[in-house]
């Protein structure tokens, strides 16, 4: 089967990509960096700035194997792909992160 030509001037454009996320939606985020007092604090601020109803209380910890690491789950609703978008921008670049999943 031949493909179609590629039109180096096509881009395909996230706003004509479908979500498969139905907005509103609960959305786990896993956030990893190094095991240091504020992370938690840090991750918590950044998502009650972009979620007013986040619920701390919800955050789920895991430490890695050798306790350097810190694992912070957090559920946020997400209301729009661009929420959830600046969110990660956010989130992967301050300076105690070191992943964002």
Known sequence: MA??????????S??????????PSQFPIKVM???VDGLV?????????????FDAST???RESKGGNYL???I???????EQ????????STHPMVKVVL
């Open 3 to 12: 493909l179609p030509p590629f039109d180096a001037g096509e881009t395909k």
């Open 14 to 23: 996230d706003e004509a990509t479908p979500s498969l996320i139905v907005y």
């Open 33 to 35: 960096g190094n095991k």
């Open 41 to 53: 604090h840090a991750i918590s601020a950044i998502a009650h700035a972009f979620d007013p109803m």
């Open 59 to 61: 955050i789920e910890l």
């Open 71 to 73: 694992g912070v789950t």
């Open 75 to 81: 559920t946020v609703t997400a209301t729009s792909r």
């Open 84 to 91: 959830l978008d600046e969110l990660y921008r956010t989130l």
